[in-house]
């Protein structure tokens, strides 16, 4: 004897069940968002370089959106950041490795 309670049932006098359907994987296709201009400025911050994300599209997202981008491109980019006026400041020249995140995730940008 297992222990096992249910050991004892094989299911015969069960009805059959519904038909099992097919799993068909759902392509992930990310929307088509706004158009990003990268900009690398140093004249005016002490020597210091800095990547600037502006355009159109990006001034016309409120602010929590603005927020969000800026937490998800300094996770990405590892580096400080912060928002001047409608405009994202990164430290560093970071414009390369923005341009390869930004179109990964569905922006448009002018590099």
């Not at 004897?1 to 009805?15: T, Y």
């Not at 158009?35 to 911050?45: C, D, P, S, V």
């Not at 370089?49 to 997202?61: A, N």
């Given at each position: 004897?297992?222990?096992?309670?249910?050991?004892?049932?094989?299911?015969?006098?069960?009805?059959p069940g519904p038909p099992i359907k097919p799993v068909v994987p759902i392509a992930k296709v990310k929307p088509?968002?706004?158009?990003?201009?990268?900009?690398?400025?140093?004249?005016?911050?002490?020597?210091?370089?800095?990547?600037?994300?502006?355009?159109?599209?990006?001034?016309?997202?409120?602010?929590?959106?603005?927020?969000?981008?800026?937490k998800q491109l300094k996770k990405a980019m590892g580096t400080g950041?912060?928002?001047?006026?409608?405009?994202?400041?990164?430290?560093?020249?970071?414009?390369?490795?923005?341009?390869?995140?930004?179109?990964?995730?569905?922006?448009?940008?002018?590099?």
């Open positions: 004897m297992s222990g096992n309670p249910f050991d004892k049932l094989d299911g015969a006098d069960l009805p088509k968002l706004g158009k990003i201009i990268l900009q690398y400025e140093r004249a005016g911050r002490g020597g210091k370089e800095v990547t600037i994300f502006k355009g159109l599209w990006l001034e016309s997202q409120d602010m929590r959106m603005r927020e969000a981008l800026l950041g912060t928002l001047e006026n409608r405009e994202i400041v990164l430290q560093g020249d970071r414009r390369e490795t923005a341009k390869a995140w930004l179109l990964k995730e569905g922006y448009t940008t002018n590099l």
